[in-house]
């Protein structure tokens, strides 16, 4: 997924090539990155990331763990831990918990799992990355005032609509982004439903085609 503060471009959690939802539709040689976010280590937010920071000169922000992995391949990083934050150019970043694990491919540790907020210059973003519904998140209106919570909603691996609806007013956002859906069997949902569960909570739940956006 990508966020365009300002004129920075912010990418999250890149898994493309092995994406078959995503790959025909999106060349990574044409993915613009100043900023490569990365909530954990699994294969399927980090793939891309490698690639896309050798190809553009992205600074990978990330927990310690994997911010060393991608030191070590030459790549530029900033390496945070829960609970942190950063001014970066374009914005307060947090590093923030979530309940998921966090290996590389191979099996190397990739530190604990987080989420990111982002406080931008205009619009505040919540990204939880993979995770469980959980009473942290109860913490992030004590700081921020969100404009935008990106959530999974896939079940299975993360949380599923129920427990997005419940994190949306935990985190005291009513429009939720939902992500972490569709890519693979175990967490194909239903659109429609979906939405019309967020709707009768009053809330928003917005679903993007792949390659598609939307404005804060
Ligand atoms: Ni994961």
């Excluded at 994406?19 to 909530?39: E, F, G, S, V």
């Excluded at 919540?126 to 700081?143: C, F, Q």
């Excluded at 693979?184 to 239903?190: A, H, K, T």
Aim: glycine content about 10%; charged content about 25%; hydrophobic content about 40%.
């Amino acid at each position: 997924m990508g966020i365009k503060i300002g004129d920075i471009n912010v990418l999250v959690d890149p898994f493309i090539t092995g994406n078959d939802l995503a790959k025909d539709k999106i060349n990574i040689n044409d993915l613009k990155a100043d900023y490569i976010l990365l909530t954990h280590a699994h294969q399927d937010h980090t793939l891309d990331a490698e690639e896309i920071a050798k190809n553009t000169g992205a600074v990978i922000v990330s927990n310690f763990e994997i911010a060393n992995h991608y030191e070590e391949k030459g790549i530029e990083v900033h390496p945070m831990n829960h609970g942190g934050n950063w001014e970066f150019e374009f914005g307060k970043v947090k590093y923030v918990n979530a309940i998921h694990t966090s290996s590389f491919p191979d099996g190397k540790y990739g530190g604990q799992p987080g989420g990111f907020v982002i406080e931008g210059e205009h619009k505040n973003i919540y990204i939880a990355g993979d995770t469980a519904l959980t009473m942290d998140m109860k913490l992030i209106p004590h700081h921020t005032t969100l404009d935008l919570a990106i959530l999974p909603i896939g079940d299975n691996f993360t949380m599923g609509v129920e427990d997005a609806i419940i994190a949306s007013d935990f985190v005291e956002c009513d429009k939720v982004l939902g992500c972490h859906y569709d890519t693979f069997g175990y967490i194909e949902i239903d659109h429609e439903e979906a939405k019309r569960k967020f709707f009768d909570e009053g809330k928003d739940l917005m679903l993007l085609e792949i390659g598609g956006s939307l404005e804060l």
